[in-house]
């Protein structure tokens, strides 16, 4: 009895001890996620914590009924969760956070339950995921996706149905009318909670594997043809009944309807997977146990939980230590202000222009400049310069790629290119060529990042991680131009356009940027 009681004090001693350190340690991490809920698109997390600690209650006593053993080899989990929480906090990108504690949280249940435990409640805490809101580029990207997939395939749908529709982007001409397919049409509110409902039926459905995964997988074409048919129900519906259907009570209703319509296929779904052949697999796992606990093995259980629970938290007290002690980020300040960017570049004259205060409260640049240029022959080009003095969490650099497409423009050329500008050198930007009702647009973007010019938004993660641990330096910037290409002009025409512009421009925009060496 003794030896229990003695066990059941240091199971409390170390869920307390482990419980404060990560809440400390991942504290800005978890509250951020927990207000990101509030959003329409994910407030569907409020719920998914509840319904996981529900389902490891329902296997509470098949777990009780296992041995626990100490296994030193969830460390081999816990150490690269650690890594990933410093990529998360140098990088400046909240999901790695995420993923990071929940690396943790598994490790943690491994090295003191033993995997013949963990694998009871395996499923629901690989459900904890569930709750993460996803970055903003990644979310942009996704939710554009879907809005111009639902478009597309609603349009076709409206065409079979013999109605005239015709699409741009994510907008829909009706002929008498435009529907724009906007963010509560997209799909993606209903494509997280529609795919956990489809975990949750897997839980339940007492069938083999691959059935089990087919269910799941069909979850997202589900989602995407009964989010088009409400798209295509709306243009039908539009002539008849007026704007109403597209808006208040009725946009409300046939949104929860999809949802009961998705829930009924896929238990139809189940029920015709069940009629097919198939047994569940029997897979043995005998002597695992005793292989997991090898590194505590010369020592007693209670010893063993002792040492797990010292180095682990040692480990988690050092990263603490270490993230709240050391300033990994230094401010780096433009060596001018680019408010006092030149309004004459060559033979173009330039226009200010200001960007209204909640636009830039939302991007958290420190410093920026729009300026619409001009040539004598009439050409334009807008030249847009943001910089940040130090990139953190939820405060960095906001890629133009989500925002350029839809809203009706089409994208007939988009990626990256590599150039050489006359008199300034190499360069690779992301080059865009987009069609909208009859316009023409040519864009370049990039983001010069501590004397890189990076192009995308993975390799900005990454060179800001490693930047703040080498350098202690995140600072960076986003340049963007954008040239209409006349009706009868080539785009290569656009292009020398661009690039002659830049020929002068950058060796400007240079003096203001820091580079690799701040010491102006």
Known sequence: MDKFRLRDKTTMIAVVVYAGLIALLYYDGLTHMVRSWGSEDYS???LVPVVILCMIWEKRRAFK????????????????????????ELGGEYLTLYLSAWLVV?????????WRRIKVILFPLMMIPAMFPLPSFLHNRLSLKLKLISSQVGVEMMQMAGMSAYREGNVIDLGFTQLQVVDACNGLRYLFPIIILSLLLAWVFRAPFWKRLLLVLSSL???????????AATGLLYEPFGSKVAEGFFHDFSGWL?????????L??????????GSLPKISFAGSADRESALFSSASAVRGRKIALVAAAGLLLVTLSISRGVEFREKIPLAQALSHFPLTVGSWQGERLEMADKFIEALDLSDYFIIDYQNSSGWQINFYTAYYESQRKGESIHSPASCLIGSGWVFKGAGEKALEIPGYGGITVNRAFMLKSGMRQLSYYWFPQRGRNLTNAYQLKIYVFWDALTKQRTD??????????????KVEDADRRLQSFMSQALPLLDQYLPGRNVNF
Do not use: Q
């Open 44 to 46: 569907y997390c409020y």
């Open 65 to 88: 009924r296992l041995p626990a053993r100490v296994s030193g080899w969830g460390f081999l989990l816990f150490v690269p969760a650690l890594g990933l929480f410093w990529l998360g």
């Open 106 to 114: 598994m490790a943690l249940v491994w090295i003191h339950a033993g």
């Open 221 to 231: 074409p589900l989602v995407v043809l009964t989010n088009s048919f409400r798209i």
């Open 258 to 266: 999809i949802f009961m319509v998705t829930l009924a296929i896929l």
């Open 268 to 277: 139809l779904e189940m029920w015709l997977l069940d009629k097919l052949p």
């Open 476 to 489: 960076g910037a986003l340049v963007r131009l954008i040239t209409p290409v006349g009706e009868f002009e």
